[in-house]
């Protein structure tokens, strides 16, 4: 619940759209982070991890979304070369 005026913010994983920076990424996010996190931890959760991102909807999408939820000001920031993202919306009027 966010009041009118009020902002939000989603740090999110998301997958680079670039081929060879992707192919990296899906490499390493996808069969690296899983194995290493396996070893120190619950290895299910670090499976489940890249699977998880499959259900992100694309960046337009996303920002229907939240238009959708009564957002406005929606603003998507990319990071570590599209390998997170940020994306920022202000509560609109009820």
Not at 29 to 40: A, S
């Given at each position: 619940?966010?009041?009118?005026?009020?902002?939000?913010?989603?740090?999110?994983?998301?997958?680079?759209a670039?081929?060879?920076?992707?192919?990296?990424?899906?490499?390493?996010?996808?069969?690296?982070?899983?194995?290493?996190?396996?070893?120190?931890?619950?290895?299910?959760?670090?499976?489940?991890?890249?699977?998880?991102?499959a259900?992100?909807?694309?960046?337009?999408?996303?920002?229907?979304?939240?238009?959708?939820?009564?957002?406005?000001?929606?603003?998507?920031?990319?990071?570590?070369?599209?390998s997170?993202?940020?994306?920022?919306?202000?509560?609109?009027?009820?």
């Open positions: 619940i966010v009041r009118p005026g009020g902002r939000i913010a989603l740090v999110d994983v998301d997958r680079p670039a081929g060879p920076l992707r192919a990296a990424h899906s490499l390493y996010f996808d069969r690296i982070v899983p194995f290493v996190g396996g070893l120190l931890s619950d290895r299910r959760a670090y499976r489940y991890l890249p699977q998880s991102t259900y992100l909807p694309p960046p337009p999408e996303m920002r229907k979304l939240l238009s959708g939820a009564g957002f406005l000001e929606i603003e998507r920031e990319v990071l570590l070369l599209g997170a993202q940020i994306l920022t919306g202000v509560r609109g009027p009820l």
